[in-house]
């Protein structure tokens, strides 16, 4: 989809691993993996990252909640106006 191959790969890994790694050591690797995809968009790789993950994080909130827009920000703990941009700028489908 959005993401580079290299960070779907990453979380199919994830989903199939079994082993109990902790979010920071996943978040290093990810930032790792980030950082050899992005390298020759020096400048930018900040703002990449952030923005795969909080249109995965949001995503994946918004099917939890069944697409309830309210349900997905309080579980997330953020305004739903804020929710409602983050959507919007990110290009997330969701129902309204």
Do not use: W
Request: include cysteine.
């Amino acid at each position: 989809e959005l993401l580079p191959l290299s960070v779907r790969m990453f979380a199919q890994q994830r989903r199939t691993n079994q082993s109990s790694e902790s979010i920071e050591t996943l978040t290093r690797r990810l930032s790792d993996q980030a950082i050899i995809d992005y390298e020759l968009r020096e400048g930018e790789i900040y703002q990449l990252v952030i923005d795969q993950i909080e249109h995965a994080l949001i995503d994946r909130a918004l099917a939890r909640c069944g697409g309830v827009k309210t349900k997905a920000a309080d579980f997330l703990g953020i305004n739903r106006n804020t929710l409602n941009k983050k959507v919007k700028d990110l290009g997330i489908e969701a129902a309204e």
